[in-house]
T-cell receptor, first 111, second 114 residues
């Protein structure tokens, strides 16, 4: 059973702070790693994709991947109240295997 | 460009009833997926398809059936609904080799079985 683990939260951070979201996965064959944001009552939307060890930055978001430790994280700089949502980590093997999702971490940014 | 369209958006079923959740995409995506999301939980894969005529079970297929007769449509059938099937159902699609774009999700169907 492939597992993706996330702390369910809630994670509360003040506006302007850095939010750090973490995810671990069990399958060493995992190749691609995704972060989705899901607002309450809405469908998930992709915010970051990473497949190489190291950091990948996109605006205020940075994804970090460490395959040796089977760990992927998402940093959100200058957090805004509009970042308040559930963040889902998803993992994929090669080929046509579907994404495996974690339970998500609920982030609350306090103004 | 409509993307992924799911119908209905909401439905209440009685125990033992059956229904079909519809999913249509207009992006010519080969791959389509059905996930369910229980409150406070992540997405669990029910069934997926890599092309017309090809379907495969996911993590939680019991109580569900699917078919894929065309590239565009991937309906999910619930037979003999049970309270444990109360959930939000998401259909998604993707194109092989375009992982950087992730999945395109529909808006979801909120199903309650009473």
């Amino acid at each position: 059973q492939k597992e993706v683990e996330q702390n369910s939260g809630p994670l509360s951070v003040p506006e302007g702070a850095i939010a750090s979201l973490n995810c671990t996965y069990s399958d060493r064959g995992s190749q691609s790693f995704f972060w989705y944001r899901q607002y309450s009552g809405k469908s998930p939307e992709l915010i970051m994709f990473i497949y190489s060890n190291g950091d990948k930055e996109d605006g205020r978001f940075t994804a970090q991947l460490n395959k040796a430790s089977q760990y992927v994280s998402l940093l959100i700089r200058d957090s805004q109240p509009s970042d308040s949502a559930t963040y889902l980590c998803a993992v994929k093997n090669s080929g046509n295997t579907p994404l495996v999702f974690g339970k998500g971490t609920r982030l609350s940014v306090i103004a | 460009n409509a993307g992924v369209t799911q119908t209905p958006k909401f439905r209440i079923l009685k125990i033992g009833q059956s229904m079909t959740l519809q999913c249509t995409q207009d992006m010519n995506h080969n791959y389509m997926y059905w996930y369910r999301q229980d409150p406070g939980m992540g997405l669990k894969l029910i069934y997926y398809s890599v092309g017309a005529g090809i379907t495969d079970k996911g993590e939680v297929p019991n109580g569900y059936n699917v078919s894929r007769s065309t590239t565009e449509d991937f309906p999910l059938r619930l037979e003999l609904a049970a309270p444990s099937q109360t959930s939000v159902y998401f259909c998604a699609s993707s194109y092989p080799g375009q992982e950087v774009y992730g999945y395109t999700f529909g808006s979801g169907t909120r199903l309650t079985v009473v």
